[in-house]
T-cell receptor, first 113, second 112 residues
Framework: KAGVTQTPRYLIKTRGQQVTLSCSPI?????VSWYQQTPGQGLQFLFE???????NKGNFPGRFSGRQFSNSRSEMNVSTLELGDSALYLC????????????FGPGTRLTVL | SQQGEEDPQALSIQEGENATMNCSYK?????LQWYRQNSGRGLVHLIL?????REKHSGRLRVTLDTSKKSSSLLITASRAADTASYFC????????????FGKGMKLTVNP
């Protein structure tokens, strides 16, 4: 079974631009969560999608948004990029609606200049 | 904001020795999970322990959970150089949605 894939793996943007990151879950996984990892704040939950619906949201500004498609693939978008948005963005997927092991992708390294 | 906090923040040991990492958290949980991360890459799930469990084993890993003290420990026995990584504890809360709250992580170095 193929693992979680994230594209692109690396991205360089300038302040004010917007960016879209993509996550393809393991086949059969309907839950997709997004996390931001920075040296200062560590790993922080952004949001979770399940069956195309956002089920939970972390404490991030509205510039951070996401969506999930009918094939469970998910995208997250960050608008009006700030320097502080530079981070490793990780998506994690799992099978059912009950809590359990999450499978992480390799991440997208976003650098904002 | 972090819920879990790993202790120590960094640990350096020799191959063959055991490594113990501790995690403390603040609120009620449904489960506690441990993950490993190599050099800024994706996280790898190691083990999950539910709030009604006290101890769990998986290969060279042993996890304990004390909900009265809101703490957990991860023991890696007979460590190998390949165990060198950052280790995170993460707590999962109740309900169908799984929002994992991670600790800051602990850097383990296993010297050959």
């Amino acid at each position: 079974k193929a693992g979680v894939t994230q594209t692109p793996r690396y991205l360089i943007k300038t302040r004010g631009q917007q960016v879209t990151l993509s996550c393809s879950p393991i086949s059969g996984h309907r839950s997709v969560s997004w996390y931001q990892q920075t040296p200062g704040q560590g790993l922080q939950f952004l949001f979770e999608y399940f069956s195309e619906t956002q089920r939970n949201k972390g404490n991030f500004p509205g510039r951070f948004s996401g969506r999930q498609f009918s094939n469970s693939r998910s995208e997250m978008n960050v608008s009006t990029l700030e320097l502080g948005d530079s981070a490793l963005y990780l998506c994690a997927t799992r099978t059912s609606g009950s809590p359990g092991e999450q499978f992480f992708g390799p991440g997208t390294r976003l650098t904002v200049l | 904001s972090q819920q879990g906090e790993e202790d120590p923040q960094a640990l350096s040991i020799q191959e063959g020795e055991n490594a113990t990492m501790n995690c403390s958290y603040k609120t009620s949980i449904n489960n506690l999970q441990w993950y490993r991360q190599n050099s800024g890459r994706g996280l790898v799930h190691l083990i999950l322990i539910r709030s009604n469990e006290r101890e769990k084993h998986s290969g060279r890993l042993r996890v304990t959970l004390d909900t009265s003290k809101k703490s957990s420990s991860l023991l890696i026995t007979a460590s190998r150089a390949a165990d060198t990584a950052s280790y995170f504890c993460a707590t999962g809360t109740q309900g169908g949605s799984e929002k994992l709250v991670f600790g800051k992580g602990m850097k383990l170095t296993v010297n050959p």
